[in-house]
């Protein structure tokens, strides 16, 4: 690939600095943007070996400089990324929430198609866009009811709504990545899918986890790396879709914790505390569409996986 210009945007993150790595692996000029209220310039400690090619920029999503840093850098593609991702700030926040999740995710639209962005790829949240499913649908496919059920939920999906105005407004061409719980190395401990690192990090150093509830939910784990393998493909597939980025298998947080204590080999009992309102006994969502069309399908088992994060929690220690 050339040397085109890609922003990346909440490119200091968890997932967003694992797609950093790899844009810029296959020869792309990367432009992150970030706020830092989440991210880490840690994160981009391997990223910054490719010197000129990367750009970081801590801006606001939701701030009026956001078009005039697209218009100077002209990215080919955006990948859209940056969010207030903690389900219960947007319960106690929901106009901070909105704030970044809504608007700042149209200011990003709005600037990607007034520059003439080639295509803005979109991290949706498989978790919370589905809401409590239908049980008998399990796992979900793409077509499955969008009812979310928390304001980052209404947030994020609002976005895709934006997305598909815009699509049929303008022929503006877009992607949009419904993640189920990902996980890896660099993972931020907020939001469900942080009870990965939140395990690693308890087991290694010997201290106790606590589940709430009985531990029997489910949840549907995605390695980071096989999702960054579904946004580069997203660069020429799939326009104008929603693609569900998942296992397709359910792991309830009992299964998970002792597979990783199994791996550390820790006996450490965990302990339990009554579950917390809202909280979804099960998820599941169905990686079909994205094997069908985008050629993606996951690759990295969970044992080699967890082994992966409790590795890099070990290293950090």
Avoid at 53 to 71: C, N, R, T, Y
Avoid at 179 to 204: M, T
């Amino acid at each position: 690939m050339s040397a085109d210009c890609v922003v990346v945007t909440g490119g200091a993150g968890f997932i967003g600095s694992h797609v950093v790595d790899r844009l810029l692996e296959i020869g792309f000029k990367v432009v992150v943007v970030d706020d830092f209220s989440a991210g880490s310039m840690a994160n981009l400690e391997d990223a910054s070996r490719y010197g000129s090619q990367l750009q970081v920029v801590q801006q606001d999503i939701a701030s009026k400089d956001l078009q005039l840093l697209m218009e100077r850098v002209t990215p080919r593609f955006v990948f859209h990324l940056a969010a207030q991702a903690d389900v219960r700030r947007s319960m106690s926040d929901p106009l901070g929430d909105a704030l970044v999740n809504v608007v700042g995710s149209l200011n990003v639209i709005e600037s990607s198609y007034r520059f003439g962005v080639e295509r803005l790829v979109y991290s949706a949240s498989g978790g919370t866009l589905y809401g409590e499913p239908d049980l008998s649908l399990l796992p979900l496919t793409e077509s499955a009811r969008h009812h979310p059920l928390s304001n980052y939920g209404v947030s994020k999906k609002a976005v895709l709504d934006y997305l598909a105005a815009y699509g049929s407004l303008y022929g503006m061409e877009y992607v949009a990545l419904a993640l189920a719980n990902v996980y890896g190395p660099r993972q931020d401990p907020h939001g469900e899918s942080g009870v990965v690192s939140i395990f690693a990090g308890n087991l290694v150093s010997d201290q106790p986890s606590v589940i709430f509830g009985d531990g029997e939910q489910t949840r549907d784990f995605v390695y980071v790396a096989d999702v960054v393998d579904a946004f580069v493909r997203s660069l020429d597939a799939g326009a104008g879709e929603l693609f569900n980025i998942a296992s397709s298998r359910e792991t309830s947080v009992n299964e998970l914790y002792w597979e990783m204590a199994r791996l550390q080999g820790s006996v450490l009992e965990p302990k339990y505390l009554p579950g917390r309102t809202g909280e979804l006994k099960r998820s599941c969502l169905s990686n079909q569409k994205a094997c069908e069309i985008l050629q993606w399908e996951p690759t990295v088992a969970m044992n080699e996986g967890l082994s992966r994060v409790i590795k890099w929690v070990r290293d950090k220690s």
